[in-house]
């Protein structure tokens, strides 16, 4: 979720929607996007990380089924 606040009202967003809150200065585009873009990194980075450790933890449950089957 990203929340586009103006740098006059994001002190008041940021306790309720952290670092989800995106200033959108109309003097400063540039900046803008810089904090949309960063933002998204963030969000695919963090969505990376979940598919890595729920491929971690589909192996590691693989590996204990097909030991435990072994030991049978």
Known sequence: ????????FAHQLQP??????VVI????PEMAEKGMVQHL???DAQQ????????LGT???????FT???RN
């Open 48 to 55: 990376s990380a979940k598919k890595a450790l729920l491929a």
């Open 1 to 8: 979720m990203i929340v586009m606040s103006d740098p006059a």
């Open 16 to 21: 309720s929607f952290g670092s989800n809150v």
């Open 25 to 28: 200065d109309p003097y400063d």
């Open 59 to 65: 192996l590691a449950l693989g590996l204990l089924i």
């Open 41 to 43: 990194k963030t969000l």
């Open 68 to 70: 435990t089957a072994e």
